[in-house]
């Protein structure tokens, strides 16, 4: 089993930064993807970006391009996803997700096993 625990989100401005992380415990494997998404109100959960954690490669949404950036510690276990001008639109609850044995960055929901528990973020105004 692996445990994904999310922080950092919060409120903040139009135009403002957060960064979210999301820390991985438990089982470990030589292969594994990681990856954010989120859910709006009365919208269905989006990829927003993922992860190879082998190779570091990055796979980016439609919405995170250009503003979103992902990264990882390896020694912590941990990804994070830094967020730049932030817009009202990126208001939802930001979940990690993580799946095992794999190699390409799934952008399904369903194709990841493993879930955080969420975090909020709101961007106001």
């Known amino acids: 089993q692996v445990q994904l625990v999310e922080s950092g989100g919060g409120l903040v401005q139009a135009g403002g930064s957060l960064r979210l992380s999301c820390a991985a415990s438990?089982?470990?494997?030589?292969?594994?993807?990681m990856a954010w998404f989120r859910q709006a109100p009365g919208k269905e959960r989006e990829f927003v970006v993922g992860?190879?954690?082998?190779?570091?490669?990055?796979y980016y949404g439609d919405s995170a391009k250009g503003r979103f950036t992902i990264s990882r510690d390896n020694a912590k276990n941990t990804v994070y996803l830094q967020m730049n001008s932030l817009k009202p639109e990126d208001t939802a609850v930001y979940y990690c997700?993580?799946?095992?044995?794999?190699?390409?960055?799934?952008?399904?929901?369903?194709?990841?096993?493993?879930w955080g528990q969420g975090t909020q973020v709101t961007v106001s105004s």
């Open positions: 997700a993580a799946d095992v044995g794999i190699w390409t960055i799934a952008t399904t929901e369903g194709d990841y096993h493993y």
């Open positions: 438990g089982r470990t494997f030589s292969t594994y993807v």
């Open positions: 992860i190879n954690w082998s190779n570091g490669r990055t």
